[in-house]
């Protein structure tokens, strides 16, 4: 079982940027194609982004497509997104996940272990 801990969240203004960080513990974290996740009260887990295990294909919500993006050093086990112009409707927990799959769907169900979250707050 993989852990994983995001860090990076905070409170930011319209137009701002933020750049998350996932953790991994393991030696397997190449193995897995890994996906940032968000939700935000009262809805269930949106997808955002998901990158394949060597990086090479990768997959966004199109609401974000543009001003995120997603990357990972395999040699840091490490998962990363970077985000850019960030708006109020970008509020929400943010969390990220492994999938076993090489091309997994992108939804709460192909994807295995979690972490805990990281809140992401944009003010108008």
């Known amino acids: 079982q993989v852990q994983l801990v995001e860090s990076g969240g905070g409170l930011v203004q319209a137009g701002g940027s933020l750049r998350l960080s996932c953790a991994a513990s393991?030696?397997?974290?190449?193995?897995?194609?890994m996906g940032w996740f968000r939700r935000t009260p009262g809805k269930e887990r949106e997808f955002v982004a998901t990158?394949?295990?060597?990086?090479?294909?990768?997959g966004y919500l199109n609401s974000v497509k543009g001003r995120f993006t997603i990357s990972r050093d395999n040699a840091r086990n490490t998962v990363y997104l970077q985000m850019r112009n960030l708006k109020p409707e970008d509020t929400a927990v943010y969390y990220c996940?492994?999938?076993?799959?090489?091309?997994?769907?992108?939804?709460?169900?192909?994807?295995?272990?979690w972490g805990q979250g990281t809140q992401v707050t944009v003010s108008s």
């Open positions: 990158i394949s295990r060597s990086g090479d294909s990768i």
């Open positions: 996940a492994t999938s076993p799959k090489l091309y997994p769907k992108h939804e709460e169900a192909d994807f295995g272990s």
């Open positions: 393991g030696r397997t974290f190449s193995s897995y194609t």
